[in-house]
């Protein structure tokens, strides 16, 4: 979905559990390259190259991926972008789900009593699949962490906001030149409304709501979540009201 020039969302299917959910990874892009935002679950790059062309963009320009975060739909299909790409391509995260996104330390919402609690509830065929995600080792480099604040150069300007909570290292980033809030899981959304995050998925849930309130800070007219797609209606002004029902 377009958002403004320069900015759109893919819409990608995830079936983890044997229910049928979209996530929205972001595009965003200028003269000189593209950046994707999220790489959605493993074995979706053939997707994700499809929707960068879809969006009439060439993916030989694809040049920077950020990760908001550690969780396996996010950064799942990163290892298989940067082994099969022909050009280089520059990771960036937040440097504190750094070490869990290259592998070196295991993903805060996995072990393996959760895993096989995951596998007792699904069939067997989806099951295999759970296992073979998780036994797959990530194997991917993060070139550039990044810090609360920071502006990044590309695509119009892109501020870098820590929201921990949700992951030690969570971030969301504000495109500036549209506006446009790209919001990992920080918060949700379901048919326009804008909900804090899934508490199932959210360790620090304290931390998390109080994330919340440092993107009252911005003027944001979009808002792109992970879970519940995009979000242009009073947008100020419900992130406003959530922060202070917490």
Known sequence: MKIAKGIETIELEMN???QLNIIHPTLLWDEQEVILVDTGMPGQTGEIREAIEKAGLEFNKLSKII???QD????GSLAELLKTADQELEALSHKEDKPYIEGDKA???VNPERIA???E???EEIGKKIKAIYDTPLNAKVNTTLSEEEVLPYAG???VIFTPGHTPGHICLYHQKSKTLIAGDAVVAADGVIMGPNPNATPDMETALLSIKKLTKYDIETIICYHGGVVNENVNEQLIALANNN
């Not at 396996?72 to 950064?75: A, S, Y």
């Open 16 to 18: 983890f559990t044997g």
């Open 67 to 69: 990760l908001t975060h």
């Open 72 to 75: 396996i739909d996010h950064i």
């Open 107 to 109: 993903l805060i919402k």
């Open 117 to 119: 609690k995951m596998i």
């Open 121 to 123: 509830t699904v069939p």
């Open 157 to 159: 300007g892109i501020t």
